[in-house]
């Protein structure tokens, strides 16, 4: 069966600091990766989603950039973190072309930027 | 700005009644989708409805779609407590790129 791990789950860091939120699935090829952000009490904005290694679409100019290394591995970074980068980020998988079919969250990783 | 847009934005009702959610969208779409999620939790699809279908039944879920009002609707019936979360609903924006858009959510409070 499928699995997608994130990690960490929480953390926090201090303005201007670096970040690399990891994201990996298991029990399936090629499929399409996601990273969504969600503020406090509201929807999923999307920030990046994947298709293949090395390609990365972006969704919302800012600060962070995504990486595909592998084709099972999605990687969100940021050279300086903002206090505007605060959330709670959610990485998701999907098959298939286009968005037809359901998309498989992760748990999620808390991010405090003080 | 948002495709979707759930409403109400939070709901509360006692456990065992009904809750109804709706969703309104946009643009034309192929599909959509509806997920939950539990407070500080991912996202755990409920449902896909695709534009040429009307109605969708799973359990003790009912989602409609109405294309030419651009609108859908989630009932939960005979509700729990466990059912206690945020509903979203999501749409494919009628391209065929690869990205879902998400709506703001609805905060459903089942009281036991």
């Known amino acids: 069966s499928q699995t997608i791990h994130q990690w960490p789950a929480t953390l926090v860091q201090p303005v201007g600091s670096p970040l690399s939120l990891e994201c990996t699935v298991e029990?399936?090829?090629?499929?399409?990766l996601y990273w969504y952000r969600q503020a406090a009490g509201r929807g999923l904005q999307l920030l990046f989603y994947?298709?293949?290694?090395?390609?990365i679409s972006s969704e919302v100019p800012q600060n962070l950039s995504a990486s595909r290394p592998q084709d099972r591995q999605f990687i969100l970074s940021s050279k300086k973190l903002l206090l505007s980068d605060s959330g709670f980020y959610l990485c998701?998988?999907?098959?298939?072309?286009?968005?037809?079919?359901?998309?498989?969250f992760g748990p999620g990783t808390r991010l405090t930027v003080l | 700005s948002q495709q979707g847009e759930e409403d109400p934005q939070a709901l509360s009702i006692q456990e065992g009644e009904n809750a109804t959610m709706n969703c309104s969208y946009k643009?034309?779409?192929?599909?959509l989708q509806w997920y939950r999620q539990n407070s500080g939790r991912g996202l755990v699809h409920l449902i896909l409805?695709?534009?040429?279908?009307r109605e969708k039944h799973s359990g003790r879920l009912r989602v409609t779609l109405d294309t030419s009002k651009k609108s859908s609707s989630l009932l939960i019936t005979a509700s729990r407590a466990a059912d206690t979360a945020s509903y979203f609903c999501?749409?494919?924006?009628?391209?065929?790129?690869?990205?879902?858009?998400f709506g703001s959510g609805t905060r459903l409070l089942v009281r036991p």
């Open positions: 998701a998988w999907s098959v298939g072309q286009g968005a037809y079919n359901e998309q498989f």
């Open positions: 029990g399936t090829s090629n499929p399409n």
């Open positions: 994947s298709v293949g290694i090395g390609q």
């Open positions: 643009t034309s779409i192929n599909n």
């Open positions: 409805i695709r534009s040429n279908e």
């Open positions: 999501a749409t494919d924006g009628g391209d065929s790129s690869y990205k879902l858009i």
